[in-house]
């Protein structure tokens, strides 16, 4: 599964969390690799010069996760980036736990992106993390 999303919607937590690591917090640089997942910097979706880079990584998954953070008021997701991976597409909604986050929107920022399949997740209260280790499975 490869993780993309902004910089700090939690993309390494989650990866940290289904994988059983000991969480710590830190910023991914580069594209790693670790056991089942594909983690992708922040800076690749932020930055249109680098999806040619997202979309040769996604050929080594089978899943390509976006990650959407429910307290952000913007999205950088633009309108039917799903298309451009041939890989099945699912979105990822995190942080849904947090006081005066915006589960709804974030979900439409998802949706217009073209994600079909979402689901609501937070690394912290263990929501979520069960459905998305059944696809792992």
């Known amino acids: 599964m490869m993780l ?30 670790t056991g089942r997942f594909i983690d992708t910097p922040g800076e690749f979706l932020e930055n249109r010069r680098f999806y040619p880079a997202l979309i040769t990584s996604s050929a080594d998954c089978d899943v390509v996760a976006m990650v959407q953070d429910a307290t952000r008021i913007s999205s950088l997701f633009p309108p039917q980036f799903s298309t451009i991976f041939t890989r099945k597409v699912i979105g990822i909604v995190t942080k849904v736990d947090v006081p005066g986050c915006n589960v709804e929107r974030a979900e439409r920022f998802l949706a217009n992106a073209g994600v ?19 696809m792992l499975n």
């Open 116 to 134: 079909k399949e979402i689901i609501r997740s937070s690394s912290k209260a263990n929501i979520g993390l069960d459905i998305l280790q059944d």
């Open 4 to 33: 993309i999303g902004e910089s700090g919607v939690g993309k390494t937590s989650l990866i940290q969390v289904l994988s059983g690591e000991a969480f710590s917090a830190r910023k991914t640089m580069a594209v790693e690799f």
